[in-house]
T-cell receptor, first 114, second 117 residues
Framework: GAGVSQSPSNKVTEKGKDVELRCDPISGHTALYWYRQSLGQGLEFLIYFQGNSAPDKSGLPSDRFSAERTGGSVSTLTIQRTQQEDSAVYLC????????????FGPGTRLTVL | DQQVKQNSPSLSVQEGRISILNCDYTNSMFDYFLWYKKYPAEGPTFLISISSIKDKNEDGRFTVFLNKSAKHLSLHIVPSQPGDSAVYFCAARGYNAGGTSYGKLTFGQGTILTVHP
């Protein structure tokens, strides 16, 4: 069966440009999470979706970051006016219900801002 | 504010021996703890978990111990195998501002485990 997929797998961009990262969760999974892992750091929570709504956006680091989810499925994380400190691996996870041992992670998108 | 800490960036163990990975936390509201394993270029995969009402959970070669008074948990792998070489993340689940527990996880920095043949 298909797992969580993310695209692109790698993204190199110039400082100041906007980027969009995509996550396709496992079909039927209602909960979706975005995390990021900066070099030498643990995974940092960004945002949580239940269906199409985001009850917790507390991890978004600035207003340059936004995310949406449509149809209770695909989610897009958008970073506007990228900065070098945005460079990280962005990971998406989904679960059938908000139970942490059922979170399935995608392979991540490695973002490099030059 | 690092609420979950893994103070050992790396650990090297001989095949067949025990691997012990440690994790400390500061938030007493955490109610569920998990260990994830991550290989390069892959997402983390769930390994084992423990509820805050227990002090031990075992699954095959993997055992997680929780010491609530010390706010410390550890993962024991016995016997260690070369295929266990990966980054191990400790994670904790807590409550949001509304008092509802859901799946948001707070992760430690990870420990790179290398098991030598």
């Amino acid at each position: 069966g298909a797992g969580v997929s993310q695209s692109p797998s790698n993204k190199v961009t110039e400082k100041g440009k906007d980027v969009e990262l995509r996550c396709d969760p496992i079909s039927g999974h209602t909960a979706l999470y975005w995390y990021r892992q900066s070099l030498g750091q643990g995974l940092e929570f960004l945002i949580y979706f239940q269906g199409n709504s985001a009850p917790d956006k507390s991890g978004l680091p600035s207003d340059r970051f936004s995310a949406e989810r449509t149809g209770g499925s695909v989610s897009t994380l958008t970073i506007q006016r990228t900065q070098q400190e945005d460079s990280a691996v962005y990971l998406c996870a989904s679960s059938l219900s908000p139970r942490p041992n059922e979170q399935f992670f995608g392979p991540g998108t490695r973002l490099t801002v030059l | 504010d690092q609420q979950v800490k893994q103070n050992s960036p790396s650990l090297s163990v001989q095949e067949g021996r025990i691997s012990i990975l440690n994790c400390d936390y500061t938030n007493s509201m955490f109610d569920y703890f998990l260990w994830y394993k991550k290989y390069p270029a892959e997402g983390p995969t769930f390994l084992i978990s423990i509820s805050s009402i227990k002090d031990k959970n075992e699954d095959g070669r993997f055992t997680v111990f929780l010491n609530k008074s010390a706010k410390h948990l550890s993962l024991h792998i016995v016997p260690s195998q070369p295929g266990d070489s990966a980054v191990y993340f400790c994670a904790a689940r807590g409550y949001n501002a509304g008092g509802t527990s859901y799946g948001k996880l707070t992760f430690g920095q990870g420990t790179i485990l290398t098991v030598h043949p």
